[in-house]
């Protein structure tokens, strides 16, 4: 059963960075064949997209609002997917989502928290 793992979350000062990281455990070589993204949830508020990669690694989507301060990749050999924020923001607080698009796979989350 394959399971996404996220990690790196955590408390941090607006400004700061963090780095997420999502394992695909139990994908063996499947992992290089899906696309991935993250997506995030504020406390209220709906799920939202937050970045995709392709399979490849070689084409990368961002929301607006983190465009130029988050950057998603990927190794396939390790099967797993990541994603570097800087800059961080008070609104960027909220649980990160791990994602498989197709077919759809859901990470458990980690909280992400930035204090002003």
């Known amino acids: 059963q394959v399971q996404l793992v996220e990690s790196g979350g955590g408390l941090v000062q607006a400004g700061g960075s963090l780095r997420l990281s999502c394992a695909a455990a139990?994908?063996?070589?499947?992992?290089?064949?899906?696309?991935m993204g993250w997506y995030r949830q504020a406390p209220g508020k709906e799920r939202e997209f937050v970045a995709r990669?392709?399979?490849?690694?070689?084409?990368?989507y961002y929301a607006d609002s983190v465009k130029g301060r988050f950057t998603i990749s990927r190794d396939n050999a390790k099967n797993t997917v990541y994603l570097q924020m800087n800059s961080l923001k008070p609104e960027d607080t909220g649980v990160y989502y791990c994602?498989?698009?197709?077919?759809?796979?859901w990470g458990q989350g980690t909280q992400v928290t930035v204090s002003s």
């Open positions: 994602n498989r698009f197709v077919p759809a796979l």
């Open positions: 139990a994908s063996g070589r499947a992992f290089s064949s899906w696309d």
């Open positions: 990669i392709m399979r490849s690694g070689g084409s990368t």
